[in-house]
């Protein structure tokens, strides 16, 4: 995949300091053709896992900056490669969507109602923290990682202070007496719906190259830790087979469980 095209936002991949040159040079020369200028007050470059510095990119004349991120369809990109970035945003956007909720509302008296903040919560905040969860959602593993941990408590912080509950009250039994679904649960309902979908995509389609690309680094490099690879170890977990295992999976599949995929 060498772009990302959305609207008028562009994002370019190369595996090498020329090829995205060759890139950058084909895509200003189509823009030129419709007399169309590429900002590049609003174009960088982010090299990944790589060095420090990369060698010089150029629009035209234009020399362009490099940074260490970029923002694409609300998700952050870091040079770095982890998607930890990315959710320390999403955490901070939900802490920030609760606050909005609590004084857009409170002249309402909307807080003395609690099944209208319930439902303003999930309108609301839900969907400022899931953004995205398809993709980073495998990440969602027994033990949280610190920053999908962050977001997690924030729907846990909410409850506490609606229902005016004390430390002493855990987490398991909020989600048990509300009838409430945790987060994590939530965003892997996520994960799982959008790898049927691509599962279900035409052969030619580039969505099914891709998952089947996605899978083969799974079953070949399982240190990567990738999409597919998330997938097929909670699912492992449980002992159940998952369409990410792909048609030769060496994963067995114990007695007694439903096939997933």
């Not at 923002?71 to 982890?82: A, C």
């Not at 959008?194 to 389609?205: A, G, I, K, Q, W």
């Not at 680094?217 to 097929?232: F, L, M, R, T």
Request: proline letters at 6%; a positive charge.
């Amino acid at each position: 995949v060498a772009s990302f095209v959305y609207a008028d936002d562009v994002v370019l991949l190369s595996w090498s300091a020329s090829g995205l040159q060759l890139l950058l040079d084909g895509m200003n020369h189509f823009c030129v053709g419709l007399s169309l200028v590429i900002s590049t007050t609003k174009t960088e470059v982010v090299v990944f896992n790589g060095p420090g510095t990369a060698s010089t990119r150029r629009v035209g004349a234009q020399v362009l900056p490099q940074s260490a991120s970029f923002k694409y369809l609300g998700l952050i990109f870091h040079e770095s490669g982890t998607m930890s970035y990315a959710l320390q945003r999403l955490a901070h956007n939900a802490v920030g969507a609760c606050a909005q909720l609590r004084a857009k509302f409170r002249g309402l008296l909307c807080q003395q109602s609690f099944p209208m903040m319930r439902r303003l919560f999930d309108a609301l905040v839900l969907p400022t923290v899931s953004y995205g969860s398809e993709v980073w959602g495998p990440f969602c593993s027994p033990t949280l990682p610190r920053d999908i941990k962050k977001m997690a408590d924030v729907q846990i912080a909410f409850f506490r202070q609606l229902c005016r509950l004390k430390r002493s009250v855990t987490p398991a039994i909020i989600f048990r007496e509300l009838s409430e679904m945790p987060w994590v649960h939530r965003w892997w309902n996520q994960v799982i719906g959008f790898m049927h979908r691509l599962s279900n995509m035409p052969e030619d389609s580039i969505h099914a190259e891709i998952l089947r690309d996605n899978i083969a680094d799974a079953q070949e490099h399982p240190s990567y830790g990738n999409w597919a690879g998330g997938i097929v170890k909670q699912y492992s977990r449980l002992g159940m087979f998952c369409v990410a295992q792909g048609p030769e999976s060496c994963l067995p599949l114990p007695s007694g469980h439903p096939q997933c995929g």
